[in-house]
């Protein structure tokens, strides 16, 4: 049983630039979740769906992140025009169904640094 | 006030004692409540999940839920310098978790 896999694991880029990153979660897992983390914060929740229907993205931080799960399998969070304060650890995570009854995995996250 | 509040810390506490973490949540229809371990520069890892009033014990790890005083904490036995890490508390709403800001603990051999 494989874990949930994010690509890139580092991201180095400059301000303006577009990002964007990978996530693959456990195979069976049909939820999946983005969240961001900063130094000394918990995660924060961005969106997440169920197989290909994103459910909640109201957490998106502005209009330029957005996320998609074309297939239902793995997921692409994408930051346009990176600024500073997008510096962060950007994690995914996976649960098999409803996550209040069925935990959430997550994966290593994509830390990104914005030059 | 914060959905999900934990005390900061660092809590210290020496190798073999017992590590008391809490957590307090402000949305009483709240229903399950997770523990994650975090060590620096790695991603969360699951410790345990409960969902019921009471105690659920799970190796040196004990989870315990109040609903009506909206509090729920992890106790830890034994504590190990392995141990330590940031300890995040966790609440399922609305079909995602919302977490709390994470509590420091260092256990001193």
């Known amino acids: 049983d494989t874990g949930v896999s994010q690509n890139p694991r580092h991201k180095i880029t400059k301000r303006g630039q577009n990002v964007t990153f990978r996530c693959d979660p456990i195979?069976?897992?049909?939820?999946l979740y983005w969240y961001r983390q900063t130094l000394g914060q918990g995660p924060e929740f961005l969106t997440y769906?169920?197989?290909?229907?994103?459910?909640?993205k109201s957490r998106l931080l502005s209009d330029r992140f957005s996320a998609e799960r074309p297939k239902g399998s793995f997921s692409t969070l994408e930051i346009q025009r990176t600024e500073q304060g997008d510096s962060a650890m950007y994690l995914c995570?996976?649960?098999?169904?409803?996550?209040?009854?069925?935990?959430?995995?997550f994966g290593d996250g994509t830390r990104l640094s914005i030059l | 006030q914060k959905e999900v509040e934990q005390n900061s810390g660092p809590l210290s506490v020496p190798e073999g004692a017992i590590a008391s973490l809490n957590c307090t949540y402000s949305?009483?229809?709240?229903?399950?409540f997770f523990w994650y371990r975090q060590y620096s520069g790695k991603s969360p890892e699951l410790i345990m999940f409960?969902?019921?009033?009471g105690d659920k014990e799970d190796g040196r790890f004990t989870a315990q839920l109040n609903k009506a005083s909206q509090y729920v904490s992890l106790l830890i036995r034994d504590s190990q310098p392995s141990d330590s890490a940031t300890y995040l508390c966790?609440?399922?709403?609305?079909?995602?978790?919302?977490f709390g800001q994470g509590t420091e603990l260092s256990v001193k051999p």
């Open positions: 966790a609440v399922f709403q609305g079909g995602k978790l919302i």
């Open positions: 769906f169920q197989n290909e229907a994103q459910l909640e």
């Open positions: 949305d009483r229809g709240s229903q399950s």
């Open positions: 195979s069976e897992h049909n939820r």
């Open positions: 995570a996976s649960s098999l169904g409803e996550g209040g009854q069925q935990p959430q995995h």
């Open positions: 409960i969902y019921s009033n």
